[in-house]
């Protein structure tokens, strides 16, 4: 055997660990040259259970008995599911208010479940045999002779079929091959319209009211208090249309009032009321609707990834991934006093798309 | 007649005698030879490692999932048709909803034991998924990939990110206010894939966001397309884990051309067996105790509305840190918008950490040189700069998730949002390097350890005095099993490029491509990358001179 780092891979016949075994609990290094030789596998030292048939009595007891609690485990969620109230709301220290059918008919599922598993588990520890013993590894590459067989009967094949040699049919196939999942990918056409221009426009058009969705009543300048965030819909809107959500998820507007000496961006002033400005709800990062308002700064922060916009200035992005100002709407006063738009948003709300421009 | 017919009578009549049990494995024989799958699988040995369990961790957690899941589609109504809400939860009542929301509700409130079939169904994805992680890491951390493995590790790589959107996917259908709100950051970063983004995200809507249609789309994508293909993929995985036999640590009587361990029956049946049902009543339990996704807490789903401090589920956290992290770059050009700041992330950086995952055994193969066969797995240690790669790659995977949460931490240690973000940004590029660097180091100073052992034998704590006074400690040498066992591995030489001047003094072409190879090399095997191992020589030559304590 020779000596160098590695050389137990090519391990010779005489050092197989059938060979070896027996010298193997030793433990002492004998002669230099082979010293990092494999000693071959140790010998199997024998549990309680094999020598003493009293201990292997006691698991098998221990076994049986995590058996039958499965089988108790059971019962006890039969019970609980034809007992208990599914409302029930139960005190159990220390997870706290929960349901009642629930906790019993988890707790007896899962002990039923662990007594089995625990059980097979203790049985294969104990009871068992726990010799190791080794098997043979084959490498996975074929042998030359089968490689060659395969590599001729392919060729034989590829042969008889004249793939080779017929190109028209070769090429037409594949061309065929190639063509015919187009039929599938055209079939998908009407998962859905094209986009055409439906992402640049929302639900707002000239001389809509601001409608307040609790009340839905339209927001007279007064309703817009100094210091709070108001948020407003388009008239005739209602939950139970079949595009609400759709039309929601566009249109849905904050507002805001800041004494007009503080708003630093001249076309947001002239785009409000008196210093009511009304900013698209939508996050222009990725779609979150916006819900936190700083009133000393005139902050506006997405609760989703902390995109801050300041109000007081354009909608302008100040922190925060998101990538564009909001789009703010122009809002005047009507002729009975309410809030109105005076047109859509002048650009597509919510997060960029690649027609977006 | 023949003889061989004669053969079959007696074949038949010996048969005729045997006991029930074996009659009808006969029959079974018969038509679908049983016999012969049995005699290669039904003794096959099964090395044992607490880490070989994490795998059947994810087959467990997998297999209690395809079953509380059927369950659940026999109760939830995939459907976004809107219904008020009349249930016994009275918060919501009056509510309008979707019929997908509506139905869970039923099931959490109404069906007797459907909320504890939910949980378990969240719960056990999320075991799953937590398995499928870290059994990577185990897989990726020991060299387990190697040849001829290569391709399994590619099957359990399609497996954990087919895993990730079927459960995204699944968190999706209850249609509630949090999951409707990853929805949404879904929609945006769809939206943001040049040229072909817009079309993507109406074709998968069915029209503009939400629209009444991706609740019952990512139904059938979440309980019929990603569970088939999975269930394929991992029946593959198992069959090549069985036909190319279990990878094994080194050890006395273990190498490359065996494996040694206990026979599948009965000792791997009665553990891997009770060990599905100790995860199935752990996860049980779990359910029992633990409220997962109380989606009645959030309730259903407004685009105009949303729930502070939301996460998704923790697979999905790094995609939540990667883009609050990034800056919000947007270019806009000739009529078009190219959101850099969303698409640079989760399209392009995202993507690229698969591939490099996925490909790491062609890779490293690649590096190396090494065509051959491994079966006996690397201690980590002993590839340092895998281990350290592995580690960074870890690290690099916390500082996303931590950047997930960063609102979440800036609250609760009172810091400002936006110092976590700018040190969620450095970290993102520093910390993996450090990982790597100080991971390396920890590697070689455990293989200096491993060689100190190996040549002066075991510390035993016991202090003796010498004749003049010395006090020295007793070291005690290793059996052979031990030292054979820490000086099994291999250490590669890197392969070189050779000269670049031939014999005649002419210039050799070496391509770039072969250049980065060996430098690559040099850095993953050359000096510096592992501590040489003792020699037999050395070993001796120190055994001899200090005689035996
Ligand atoms: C293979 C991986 C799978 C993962 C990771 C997964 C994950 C999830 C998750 C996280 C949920 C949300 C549960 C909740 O409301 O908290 C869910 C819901 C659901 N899953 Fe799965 N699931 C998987 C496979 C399946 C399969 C195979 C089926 C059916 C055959 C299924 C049926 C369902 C149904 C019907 C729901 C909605 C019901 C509800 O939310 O209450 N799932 N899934
Ligand atoms: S959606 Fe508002 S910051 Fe991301």
Redesign the interface.
């Known amino acids: 055997m020779s ?4 050389s ?2 090519d ?1 010779s016949e005489d050092n197989l ?1 059938s060979e ?2 027996h010298d ?7 002669v ?11 010998a199997h030292l024998p549990r309680r259970q094999d020598l003493d048939e009293q201990a292997a009595k006691h698991s098998e007891r221990v076994v049986a008995g995590l058996f039958v609690l499965s089988m108790l485990a059971t019962i006890g969620f039969i019970a609980s ?1 034809v007992t208990l109230k ?2 029930k709301i139960v005190y159990i220290f220390p ?1 706290g208010h ?2 009642a ?7 007896t ?13 203790h ?3 104990t009871l ?10 084959h ?2 590459e074929a042998s030359p002779e089968v490689r060659a067989q395969v590599i001729a009967d392919f060729k034989q094949g590829a042969a008889e079929s004249q793939f080779g040699r017929r190109k028209l049919i070769r090429n037409t196939m594949f061309g065929a091959m190639a063509m015919v999942p187009l039929s599938g990918l055209v079939l ?1 056409r009407d ?5 055409g221009k ?2 640049r426009t929302t639900a707002w058009r000239k001389g809509m009211t601001l409608i307040n969705p609790n009340t839905n009543l339209p927001l007279r300048p007064e309703d817009i208090t100094t210091g709070s965030l108001t ?1 407003a ?1 388009p008239p005739g809107l209602s ?2 249309d ?1 595009d ?3 039309v ?3 249109a ?1 507007l904050m507002i805001v009032r800041i004494e007009p000496d503080e708003i630093k961006d001249k076309r947001e002033l002239d785009w409000g009321h008196q210093g009511i400005v009304a900013f698209s ?2 996050c222009t ?5 916006i ?2 308002y700083e009133q000393q700064t005139h902050h506006v922060l997405c ?5 801050t916009f300041d109000l007081a200035d354009g909608g302008r ?1 100040i ?6 100002a909001l789009p703010q709407l122009r809002i005047s006063v009507n002729g009975s006093g309410y809030l109105e738009a005076l047109g859509d948003f002048a650009e597509p709300v ?8 | 007649m023949s003889t061989t017919e004669h053969a079959t009578d007696d074949v038949t009549a010996r048969r005729g005698k045997a006991p029930a049990g074996e009659k009808i494995a006969d029959w079974a024989d018969g038509r679908l030879g049983i016999y012969g799958l049995a005699k290669a699988n039904m003794r ?2 099964f090395p044992d490692h607490w880490s070989f369990m994490l795998g059947e961790i994810c087959l467990y957690s997998f297999v209690i999932i395809i079953l509380t899941g059927v369950y659940l589609t026999l109760f939830f109504h995939p459907s976004m048709q ?1 219904v008020t809400y009349s249930g ?1 939860y009275v918060p919501l009542q009056g509510i ?1 909803m979707s019929e997908a929301f509506n139905s869970t509700m039923n099931i959490s ?5 459907g ?2 079939i939910r ?2 169904h969240h719960w056990a994805a999320l075991v799953f998924l937590a398995g499928m992680f870290v059994h990577m890491m185990r897989v990726f951390f020991t060299g387990a990939f190697r040849k ?1 493995r290569e391709v399994n590790w590619l099957f359990g790589f399609l497996l954990f990110v087919l895993g990730m959107f079927t459960g995204f996917t699944g968190y999706s259908l209850p249609d509630d206010l949090l999951s409707g ?1 990853g929805v ?2 879904m ?3 769809i ?9 993507l ?13 991706f609740v019952s789309r990512f139904y059938s994508i979440h309980i019929l397309l990603l569970p088939g293909i999975m269930a394929g993929l991992l029946v593959a995985h198992l069959i090549l884990v069985f ?3 279990h990878t094994q640590f080194a050890g ?12 599948l029956l ?2 791997y049946m ?2 891997a ?13 779990i ?3 633990a ?1 997962i996704n109380p989606i009645w807490e959030f309730g259903p ?10 996460q998704p589920d923790w697979y999905m956290g790094f995609s ?1 840190g990667l ?8 270019i ?1 050009f ?9 698409f640079i992330p989760l399209g392009l950086l995202f993507p690229a950490v698969l591939t490099v995952i996925a490909i790491w055994p062609f890779l490293e193969s690649w590096v190396s040189g090494d065509k051959r ?1 491994h ?1 006996i797995l690397d201690r980590p240690r002993n590839a340092p700069v895998r281990t350290g790669f592995g580690v960074g790659w870890i690290t690099w995977y916390m500082v996303c998730l931590i950047g997930g949460g ?2 979440i931490l800036a609250t609760h240690f009172h810091l400002s ?2 110092d976590v ?1 700018w040190f969620v940004r450095i970290a993102f590029f520093v910390a993996p390097v450090l990982a790597f660097i100080v991971t390396k180091r920890v590697c070689l100073g455990l293989q200096r350890r491993d060689r100190d052992k190996v040549l002066h034998g075991r510390e035993t704590g016991v202090i003796k005095r010498l004749p003049h006074g010395e006090f020295i400690e007793i070291h005690e ?1 290793l ?3 031990k ?2 066992t820490l ?2 591995h ?2 590669p030489a890197p392969a070189e490029i050779g000269p670049e001047v031939d014999e005649n003094g002419v210039e050799r072409k070496v391509d770039p491509l072969t250049k980065l190879r060996a430098k690559l090399a040099e850095g993953m095997y050359g000096e510096g990358s592992h501590i040489p ?1 003792p ?3 050395e ?2 030559e120190i ?2 001179g200090h005689g035996h304590h």
């Open positions: 000596s160098e780092p590695g137990h891979e391990m660990p070896r075994a193997a609990h030793h433990g002492a290094v004998a230099a040259g082979d010293a990092f030789a494999d000693p071959g596998l140790p599911y599914p409302g997870v929960v349901s059918l629930n906790f019993a008919l988890g707790l599922l899962g002990l039923a479940l662990f007594c089995i598993g625990a059980g097979a588990v049985w294969a520890r068992m045999s726990d010799v190791e013993t080794p098997a043979e590894r490498p996975i998908l998962l859905g319209p094209l986009p439906s992402l948020f819909q939950e139970d079949d609400f959500q759709d929601i998820a566009k849905a709800k939508i990062h990725v779609g979150c609707p819900s936190l609760p989703c990834h902390q995109s992005v922190f925060g991934p998101a990538g564009h919510g997060p960029s798309f690649w027609e977006r421009g | 096959k040995i809107e016994p309008r409130f109404e069906v007797r034991g909320l504890l949980q378990i001829p709100t949404r950051f929609e945006g970063a939206l943001s894939v040049p040229i072909v983004g817009t079309y995200s109406f074709f998968l809507f069915g029209g503009q966001f939400p629209g009444n249609d036909y190319h036999k006395p009587g273990k190498n490359e051309k065996n494996v040694v361990g206990m026979p009965p000792v009665a553990k067996g009770g060990f599905f049902f100790l995860v199935f009543g752990v996860i049980a339990i359910a029992a105790i409220s789903y407004r685009p105009d509305q949303v729930s502070t401090g939301a939540e883009i609050r992290a990034m800056p919000g770059w947007e806009n000739w009529g078009h918008t190219l959101q850099l700041g969303v066969e079966h960063n609102d949002i936006n973000t040498p059996d052979q099993g030292v054979f000086t099994a291999e250490q191992k020699t037999p020589e070993h001796a055994t001899s």
